[in-house]
């Protein structure tokens, strides 16, 4: 099996992450990409080595800049859109390239070659152009066509051989927080320790900043938790509270309808009565009293007078 058939329909379909197709995602992905690239940049020619379907190539071309692709998969050129096939081919990375370019950019591709040829790979790009946006994973050893995986000092050893060195002041994390700018240029050992001792300055600055704010954040943590936790209690005693007072709640509520069963018991015997003929005769009675007898009448107050005069004469009699 050549290495060209290894990148067929099937590792597009599975070996990417997710599908490398002609989906809005990876063309948004590749349009920031070339956007930035040229906002930091300015490249008037590039050339993606490893160009897959050329969404880079593409990206790039909508933008006005003159773009080209290469890679060594027949299916990927296959898959390039008509307007970009022109300035894509199918070709090595190793071997020589038509013409030089303003900028080189290699992403995620010399780990599928074995090492030899990614040396070979390299010394090819460092000829065609002295500035390269590069990237390859340093960790991903699962993928079955991850030859060649190594840590970033290793590619930069190995750039440095031809005189390419990191540019410190390059922000390349939209692509992967490894990729990297290496510029070509004559710059003595002094100047290099210059330069890598502020780069490592500046990160250790920013480190012990961010321990610092991670120490002060976790204090805050703890008082926020010493707060809740007391707040906690504070709940639990409100809650026992509120139990409490529903108990009671609950106890009146049993009293107040023992109650109102006793009224409605007293009730029903009231209307016993009223229903019966003894009360039916007393009422009647009251009424002939109350027309025998008006209230406030003289006739009251004579039988009123007369009642009294039985009490007294009775008291008498029992002495």
Request: aromatic letters at 12%; proline letters at 3%.
């Amino acid at each position: 099996m050549t290495t060209s058939s290894l990148y067929d329909a099937y590792y597009f379909s599975h070996d990417c992450g997710r599908p490398y197709q002609r989906d809005e995602g990876w063309l948004t992905f590749f349009d920031q990409i070339a956007q930035r690239i040229i906002e930091q940049f300015e490249p008037k020619t590039v050339l993606d080595a490893g160009c897959a379907w050329g969404f880079l190539v593409e990206a790039f071309r909508n933008r006005g800049v003159e773009a080209y692709g290469v890679d060594i998969s027949e299916y990927a050129i296959q898959n390039v859109h008509p307007d970009i096939k022109p300035y894509c081919w199918i070709g090595s990375i190793t071997e020589p390239f038509p013409n030089k370019y303003d900028l080189i950019t290699c992403i995620e591709i010399l780990e599928h070659l074995p090492q030899k040829e990614a040396e070979k790979a390299i010394e090819n790009l460092c000829t065609h152009s002295n500035e390269i946006v590069f990237s390859s994973t340093p960790f991903d050893n699962k993928e079955a066509t991850h030859f060649n995986v190594h840590d970033p000092e290793y590619w930069a050893e190995q750039l440095a051989r031809y005189g390419f060195y990191r540019d410190m002041e390059a922000d390349l994390s939209y692509i992967t927080s490894w990729a990297v700018r290496f510029v070509k240029t004559k710059r003595t050992s002094i100047r290099l320790v210059r330069e890598y001792e502020r780069k490592f300055w500046q990160l250790r600055k920013e480190n012990f900043d961010l321990r610092q704010l991670s120490i002060e954040t976790q204090d805050r943590l703890r008082q926020q938790d010493k707060q809740v936790q007391t707040f906690g209690v504070q709940v639990a005693a409100l809650t026992a509270h509120v139990a409490e007072k529903e108990q009671s709640v609950q106890a009146l509520t049993a009293k107040v309808a023992e109650k109102e069963q006793s009224v409605q018991a007293l009730s029903a015997q009231v209307a016993e009565i009223e229903s019966s003929k003894a009360w039916k005769l007393v009422t009647v009675i009251r009424k002939i009293r109350v027309w025998l007898i008006p209230k406030d009448s003289h006739r009251e107050r004579l039988v009123k007078k007369v009642w009294h005069g039985m009490k007294k004469l009775g008291k008498r009699n029992t002495l």
